[in-house]
């Protein structure tokens, strides 16, 4: 019994990053669908989950993607919907490399600082991965803050963060150094999660800081948004404070994306989401 993954992708073009790591994680076939919304994904879902006897339902599996994440969230709650009894197969949101970034991330720093606790700060948080960063921050037991250059945008963004997983976060505006400074203020782990090439934070102001134990930076196209960080750190220690890049990150998201894709074929009743990602990155980080 061949092993089937449903690539439902929000966006016109389904993510060829993802169909080769649904590859590399084990599928024998990736079904890819680009322009799925909650409205149109019946006929796709019904196909997934009718279409096999219940003992070899566990071979087939749904992947949920795209660049918008509030629209693969809608989706994978309609895809939800339409499970009843044994007629469902294993569901994956990782909407543009959200939650398998985002856990990297955040295992990563947490392995180098508590974060129970800890002030914590994500710098340009609006976009999938810096939200998703935030939720698996607050629910580890931090005080997180969320920036972006416009307050609006980051109150919209921890709004849908607190409606949909209970969490509270702090929104912030870091349009300029100031308000940068002001965001990390206290923070004892900093993640920058903005566009490829913006810096966001400079090293004038991250190595003045008497707070930060650690500081990650997803990006991997210079100039990167933390100045003085190289893209491979993995832990490398400035006046005390540990260093984290995006191929460091990279390479641990790589894991996660590829041993969930595996595991999602054990059973047919399995959910992956931001918590249950976050506690694979840590187990195999540890």
Not at 3 to 18: E, G, I, M, R, V
Not at 75 to 87: D, H, N, P
Request: aromatic share 6%; glycine share 10%.
């Amino acid at each position: 019994m061949k092993k089937l993954l449903f690539h439902l992708d929000t966006d016109a073009q389904p993510s060829a990053f993802d169909q080769v790591v649904a590859y590399d994680g084990g599928a024998d076939a990736v079904l890819a669908y680009g322009g799925v919304a909650a409205d149109n994904c019946f006929p796709l879902v019904e196909g997934a989950i009718f279409t096999r006897a219940p003992k070899n339902k566990r071979y087939t599996a749904i992947l949920i993607g795209g660049s918008d994440l509030a629209q693969a969230e809608a989706l994978m709650e309609t895809v939800k919907s339409q499970f009843f009894e044994g007629f469902r197969v294993s569901l994956m949101l990782d909407a543009n490399g959200c939650n398998t970034t985002a856990a990297a991330a955040v295992a990563m720093l947490g392995a180098a600082h508590p974060l129970k606790g800890a002030s914590a700060t994500v710098l340009a948080g609006t976009g999938p991965v810096g939200q998703r960063a935030a939720v698996m921050l607050a629910q580890s037991g931090a005080r997180v803050r969320l920036t972006s250059r416009k307050l609006d945008r980051a109150q919209q963004a921890c709004e849908g963060i607190s409606e949909r997983y209970g969490v509270a976060v702090e929104p912030m505006a870091a349009s300029d150094a100031a308000g940068t400074a002001a965001a990390i203020e206290g923070a004892a782990v900093v993640l920058a999660t903005g566009q490829a090439g913006v810096q966001l934070l400079s090293a004038e102001i991250w190595q003045a800081s008497s707070s930060l134990r650690a500081v990650g930076d997803v990006g991997t196209c210079p100039p990167l948004g933390v100045e003085g960080m190289d893209m491979t750190d993995g832990g490398r220690e400035v006046d005390g404070i540990s260093l984290f890049g995006g191929l460091a990150f990279g390479a641990l998201k790589l894991r996660a994306h590829r041993e969930a894709i595996s595991r999602m074929f054990e059973s047919n009743d399995q959910v992956w989401d931001a918590e249950e990602t976050l506690a694979l990155a840590r187990e195999l980080y540890d």
